[in-house]
């Protein structure tokens, strides 16, 4: 079974600039979860999605915005870029019945430099 | 809200060696889930161990255990007989059990394995 995916790899923009980035979840997952991780802050929950509805939301400015497609997919975006958005984004898939029981199933991560 | 403290940024252990990785939580929750999460150098998270409050037997996962005392709010991490490829970012996480609310997780403590 193919793990999570995450696309691009690797992302290089400017302050003012707009990024989306995109998560594969493992077949038969429902439930998409995305993480910004900052060397200082740790793990910081951004939002989650399941069946293409966001679920749960985390503290973060409404620059941040998410959505997930009928087939489970899901991409995330960030409008007018900061310096402070420089991190790795995690995202991470479940099958969505419950976050206590369910594993969570990270993929790669999308490091995101902002210049 | 409730939090999850790793106050160790870094520890180092000798190959073959037992180390034990400290996690304190705050909750006002009687029934959650703990986890530990591995992130090795590439990034990809995994899960190591999982805990329900309710279980008074320790989990353990071959050479990993934990040390749970939830009257202190504790939960440690021991990794028995250490190798090379224990080597990573190890992130301790908590979710109550009502409701889909997503992991809260702590800064993490990076362990590194000497040979």
């Known amino acids: 079974k193919a793990g999570v995916t995450q696309t691009p790899r690797y992302l290089i923009k400017t302050r003012g600039q707009q990024v989306t980035l995109s998560c594969s979840p493992i077949?038969?997952?429902?439930?998409v979860s995305w993480y910004q991780q900052t060397p200082g802050q740790g793990l910081q929950f951004l939002f989650e999605y399941f069946s293409e509805t966001q679920r749960n939301k985390g503290n973060f400015p409404g620059r941040f915005s998410g959505r997930q497609f009928s087939n489970s997919r899901s991409e995330m975006n960030v409008s007018t870029l900061e310096l402070g958005d420089s991190a790795l984004y995690l995202c991470?898939?479940?099958?969505?019945?419950?976050?206590?029981?369910?594993?969570?199933?990270f993929g790669p991560g999308t490091r995101l430099t902002v210049l | 809200a409730q939090t999850v403290t790793q106050s160790q940024p870094e520890m180092s252990v000798q190959e073959a060696e037992t180390v034990t990785l400290s996690c304190t939580y705050d909750?006002?929750?009687?029934?959650?889930?703990l986890f530990w999460y591995k992130q090795p150098p590439s990034r990809q998270m995994i899960l190591v161990i999982r805990q329900e409050a309710y279980k008074q037997q320790n989990a353990t996962e071959n050479r990993f255990s934990v040390n749970f005392q939830k009257a202190a709010k504790s939960f440690s991490l021991k990794i028995s007989d250490s190798q090379l490829g224990d080597a990573a970012m190890y992130f301790c996480?908590?979710?109550?059990?009502?409701?889909?609310?997503?992991?809260?997780f702590g800064k993490g403590t990076r362990l590194s394995v000497i040979a």
């Open positions: 077949s038969g997952h429902r439930s």
């Open positions: 991470a898939s479940s099958l969505g019945t419950s976050v206590s029981t369910d594993t969570q199933y």
């Open positions: 996480a908590y979710t109550r059990v009502s409701g889909n609310t997503p992991l809260v």
């Open positions: 909750t006002s929750e009687s029934d959650y889930y």
